[in-house]
């Protein structure tokens, strides 16, 4: 407080001061600026969303309340805000499930929540998405019968719930967005967005009432990244909605982990760092220079007796690494712009 008056007498003050005062003026201003300027750094890139986004349920007026149910061989988790404006179906990737989508609670003692999936369906929540989630028959989704399987379970589940008349959109990830890309050939969706996959356009009848179609990928895949291009354009000259958001690397910070993993200490975050630093899997500016798979992180980490990662957040570490490093991984840093395309496409 002091110092601002001080400042704003300086400002206004019509004499001539010395030239002493006018030094100390010119750099508490100088100080006031850089102040100003870090604030205004330490906000999120809107663009690529909130790194520090931990979001755990008691910040937020969200809270994980799913229920679960058993049906067609596997498990559907969901649930539904109060006053639902929409339902997002979810479709994971291979190896996932939907207990990955949802924190561990009363209601789902066996839910995992990682990181990037757990901050989706929040994301979704916090709009009043109602939430569904299943789990693929096999590791990953296959295209014919499982389609079939799916869509009556979404039938059945609007149903149930009452919600026929709100809009439907969904969003898969890698093998869930080839699943996606042909569930909406057999569902009405008002949109869909495919993350980290190029889609089945190959080998699907695509006609004028496709939903319009975000691709959110990672151009460092530069591969399917050329198919994206591709499809992108199929569906341009068909008329349907398309848009893509990229997602690049971005560098770790001695905070990143304990900022997106609920129950990572900040202490075991820094530990972390400066291990990933002295083994050379970060390099001088703090990227990844591989995968989180392909580097012997859980390795090194095994060797350290000085640092204690619980086991139940390995996963969580690795997929936050892989999203650092960009190349194929559920990433919730477009959030915004994801529920933005869902949001713009539901009449
Ligand atoms: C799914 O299960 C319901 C009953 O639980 C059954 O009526 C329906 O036929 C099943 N759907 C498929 C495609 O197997
Ligand atoms: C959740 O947020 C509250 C309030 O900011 C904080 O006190 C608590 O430690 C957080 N919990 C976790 C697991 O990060
Ligand atoms: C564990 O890793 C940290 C960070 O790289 C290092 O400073 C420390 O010496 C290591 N401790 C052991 C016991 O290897």
């Known amino acids: 407080m002091l110092k601002r008056a001080n400042k704003s007498k300086a400002l206004h003050g019509p004499q001539k001061f010395p030239l002493p005062v006018l030094i100390a003026t010119l750099v508490l201003i100088l100080v006031i600026l850089m102040f100003l300027f870090y604030k205004n750094n330490e906000k999120p890139d809107s663009s690529i969303g909130?790194?520090?986004q931990k979001w755990n349920s008691s910040e937020q007026f969200v809270q994980f309340h799913p229920t679960i149910e058993l049906r067609n061989g596997t498990d559907m988790?969901?649930?539904?805000?109060?006053?639902?404006?929409?339902?997002l179906f979810l479709a994971h990737g291979c190896n996932g499930k939907a207990v990955n989508f949802w924190d561990s609670s009363d209601n789902c003692p066996m839910c995992i929540g990682l990181p990037e999936?757990?901050?989706?369906?929040l994301h979704a929540l916090s709009r009043k998405f109602a939430v569904l989630t299943i789990s693929s028959a096999g590791r990953c989704w296959t295209l014919r019968k499982e389609r079939l399987i799916v869509?009556?379970?979404?039938?059945?589940?609007?149903k149930r719930n009452k919600l026929e008349n709100l809009p439907l959109v969904a969003l898969g990830a890698s093998s869930g967005g080839y699943f996606v890309s042909g569930l909406a050939t057999d569902l009405k969706f008002?949109?869909?967005?495919?993350?980290?996959?190029?889609?089945?356009f190959n080998q699907i009848d695509v006609t004028e009432d496709y939903p319009p179609t975000l691709f959110v990928h990672m151009p460092k895949d530069f591969f399917r990244q050329q198919k994206i291009r591709e499809y992108m354009e199929v569906l341009r000259n068909k008329g349907i909605g398309v848009a893509e958001i990229e997602c690049n690397p971005f560098p770790l910070s001695q905070s990143f982990l304990a900022d997106r993993i609920p129950g990572l200490e900040k202490a075991v975050s820094a530990k972390l760092f400066e291990l990933f630093r002295d083994k050379g899997f970060i390099d001088e500016n703090g990227y990844m220079r591989s995968d989180g798979r392909q580097t012997p992180w859980k390795q090194a980490l095994?060797?350290?007796?000085?640092?204690?990662?619980?086991?139940?957040?390995?996963?969580?570490?690795?997929?936050?690494?892989?999203?650092?490093f960009a190349y194929h991984e559920m990433t919730s840093l477009q959030s915004e712009q994801i529920f933005k395309w869902f949001e713009t496409h539901m009449s």
């Open 50 to 52: 909130h790194l520090k």
């Open 77 to 87: 988790i969901s649930q539904i805000p109060d006053s639902p404006r929409a339902i």
């Open 117 to 121: 999936e757990r901050l989706l369906v």
């Open 151 to 158: 869509k009556d379970m979404i039938r059945w589940w609007v």
């Open 190 to 200: 008002s949109s869909i967005t495919l993350m980290i996959a190029e889609g089945v």
């Open 302 to 324: 095994k060797e350290n007796k000085s640092i204690t990662v619980d086991k139940s957040l390995v996963h969580h570490v690795q997929e936050e690494l892989n999203l650092a």
